[in-house]
């Protein structure tokens, strides 16, 4: 399988016999083959007569070697799976099946991807980025607060690397240009917070999916090809992202999330803005002040200043119809 997608990764027309001579097999078998994937991986193959098979749209595959050189000179372990439930899942259940930590888990798509407030990620195969860091920590020694906070920093500083200058961020760690969102970050934990326990830091990114290609997402949302024009290389993000987030855990395990905090808010985006804030059925209107040095969101109520930190909070601008 991988070694077809590899030939089709480019998006151009490659016949039926110079794959089936690639995979030593006939070029019915070959035909076969293609129908498989489609249906397995939820692909889409052109077959045209005369010039043989391509994919609908382009893929960008990971390359699990390069990942894996960069990644274990900082001591990372790395995992490049197929497909998966959920990368967050996957690395809790080794985790606690005591696999060596930090360990980063990849994966060409998920089935049942994880959001928050127990929303889905949709993950088609081999076209965003499902990143999941599994670390073991002593909760006394590394602070847990404004954790995702730090995270979300780290996602912004690659995606302007990459190119992307529009990016910013949304409380308390969407990645957005303009009201559509780009990434977002999962933060998972087992154990005891206050003592051993085992953080898995989960982050998408949309990549090079298209808006023809996905009609299940049910909110605002760009991809970083949609920003940039061009299909990326996501072996190359993997890359940028691992070490930004390697400099922003560093800093935020030594100083805290309050060390952050600054460069936080002047790339929030909605600094200063009119909010509503949704718990459940519960809305709170307010204008944004910032964050505090836990990472919770201080918002000026009727002339008061209140702080509101938790998964389960959604934050919406009040002038959005
Ligand atoms: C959000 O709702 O904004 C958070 C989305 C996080 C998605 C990522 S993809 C990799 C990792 N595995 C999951 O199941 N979810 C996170």
Same mark, same amino acid.
């Given at each position: 399988?991988?070694?077809? #997608?590899? =030939?089709?990764? &480019?998006?151009?027309?490659?016949? /039926?016999? $110079?794959?089936?001579?690639? *995979?030593? !097999?006939? %070029? ?106 599994? #670390?073991? =920590?002593?909760? &006394?020694?590394?602070?847990?607060? /404004?954790? $995702?906070?730090?995270?979300? *920093?780290? !996602?912004? %500083? ?164």
């Amino acid at each position: 399988m991988r070694e077809i #997608l590899q =030939l089709l990764q &480019d998006g151009e027309f490659h016949s /039926g016999e $110079s794959i089936g001579a690639l *995979l030593g !097999v006939s %070029r019915a078998a070959v035909w076969k083959r293609l129908q498989h994937l489609e249906a397995s991986l939820g692909l889409e193959i052109h077959r045209v007569r005369g010039r043989g098979y391509s994919l609908a749209s382009p893929l960008s595959l990971l390359n699990s070697s390069v990942i894996s050189d960069a990644c274990n000179t900082c001591g990372w372990s790395v995992r490049v799976l197929e497909s998966v439930d959920s990368t967050n899942a996957e690395a809790l259940r080794l985790l606690a099946a005591g696999a060596e930590a930090p360990l980063l888990l990849l994966a060409e798509r998920q089935i049942s991807g994880r959001g928050r407030r127990g929303r889905s990620w949709i993950s088609p195969f081999g076209e965003n980025l499902y990143f999941s860091l599994g #670390l073991r =920590l002593e909760g &006394d020694a590394f602070p847990l607060d /404004g954790l $995702s906070l730090s995270v979300g *920093l780290a !996602v912004l %500083r690659t995606l302007q690397e990459m190119g992307c200058a529009a990016a910013g961020l949304k409380w308390p760690n969407d990645i957005l240009v303009g009201a559509q969102k780009l990434a977002g970050v999962l933060l998972e934990l087992a154990g005891d917070p206050a003592g051993v326990c085992q953080v898995v830091i989960g982050i998408g990114i949309n990549v090079n999916m298209l808006h023809r290609a996905s009609s299940l997402i049910d909110q605002p949302w760009t991809s970083l090809r949609e920003q940039l024009g061009y299909v990326v290389d996501r072996t190359a993000l993997t890359l940028v992202l691992a070490r930004w987030l390697e400099h922003y855990l560093e800093l935020h395990g030594r100083d805290g999330f309050c060390a952050l905090r600054t460069e936080w808010e002047a790339a929030h985006l909605w600094q200063g803005r009119d909010v509503s804030l949704h718990a459940g059925p519960q809305c709170i209107l307010g204008t944004v002040l910032g964050v505090d040095e836990g990472g919770a969101l201080r918002l000026d109520v009727a002339g008061q200043e209140r702080q509101f930190s938790g998964g389960e909070l959604s934050l919406r601008l009040r002038d959005d119809s």
